[in-house]
């Protein structure tokens, strides 16, 4: 009975991984769905079939399900090579549905696991890649030196190159400078237009502060010369502009930050490719 029943998982993984790879992915999904199924208290053949449908899922691009799909896996009874590959897989997914803070914590566990020297370089540079986006520069460089001091180079002038050009593409020069929310509301409720000035738009900061200014100078003589009804309009505008002042402080830093953010990491992320060829190239 148990051969017939290993006999025939052989089969059904053959004729589903033959599907993956002639890309009838939603037919591989459908196949390996259904050795999930035959085989309910097998966690190692239930995992295997979910990791290979999580396969379909990538090849597709369609990060948004690996994630819950994996979850599925109970990976404590697995051995350490095969939960690697499961939480690398979910931090990927993450990572590229951009939930930057959940991708982090599905790859830290991998470091822990004793896996292939692959699957270890590629978890190193995919934490690299989540610490960048955020914004934890100097941890991420860290992660990278640490790993090419701790890897087997067999030119070690190149392992020295290799952490000069790390430490080059994290110089302070080249990480921009996060402007804080709290901080630029803060300035703009004592001064309004601050905020404004110090997000990088001093235009709109120096607009603000004239609105303000006028309104609560308008306010302020019709009040003297009782006015009222006038000085009630010149509050009014006071009122809007000041606490308008404050509220275009979010998107002004949220924009600020998230292109200068952007700009750095995309050109990381070039110079990530590029130290992992050369990782590879000592290889050979």
């Not at 989540?130 to 992660?143: F, P, Q, T």
């Not at 020295?160 to 804080?180: A, G, S, T």
């Not at 009040?223 to 006038?230: A, C, G, L, R, T």
């Amino acid at each position: 009975m148990i051969i017939f029943s290993n006999n025939l998982f052989a089969s059904s993984i053959k004729q589903a991984d033959s599907l993956f790879s002639l890309g009838l992915y939603p037919d591989a999904c459908i196949a390996y769905e259904r050795i999930i199924y035959e085989h309910p208290e097998d966690e190692f053949i239930k995992a295997n079939a979910l990791l290979k449908k999580s396969y379909c899922y990538k090849a597709e691009r369609n990060y948004l399900l690996i994630d819950n799909l994996l979850n599925r896996c109970n990976i404590n009874g697995l051995n350490d090579t095969f939960k690697s590959q499961i939480l690398f897989e979910q931090a990927f997914a993450c990572y590229m549905n951009e939930k930057f803070s959940l991708a982090k914590s599905r790859i830290l566990p991998v470091f822990n696991l004793n896996t292939t020297p692959e699957l270890e370089k590629a978890s190193v540079f995919l934490y690299s890649l989540i610490l960048n986006e955020l914004n934890s520069w100097d941890e991420s460089k860290k992660n990278l030196i640490s790993f090419i001091k701790r890897t087997e180079i067999k030119d070690e002038k190149l392992r020295d190159n290799l952490i000069k050009e790390v430490d080059e593409m994290y110089q302070k020069k080249n990480i921009p400078k996060i402007r804080k929310l709290k901080f630029a509301k803060t300035l703009s409720f004592i001064l309004p237009g601050s905020g404004q000035a110090y997000s990088g738009k001093a235009v709109k900061g120096l607009i603000s502060l004239s609105l303000a200014s006028l309104a609560g100078a308008f306010t302020y003589f019709n009040f003297v010369d009782e006015i009222y009804s006038s000085s009630a309009a010149g509050l009014f505008f006071f009122t809007y502009f000041y606490f308008g002042n404050v509220k275009q402080v979010t998107p002004i830093v949220n924009k600020r930050n998230t292109i200068k953010k952007n700009k750095c990491n995309a050109i990381l992320r070039t110079q990530l490719i590029n130290l992992n060829k050369h990782l590879d190239n000592d290889k050979k």
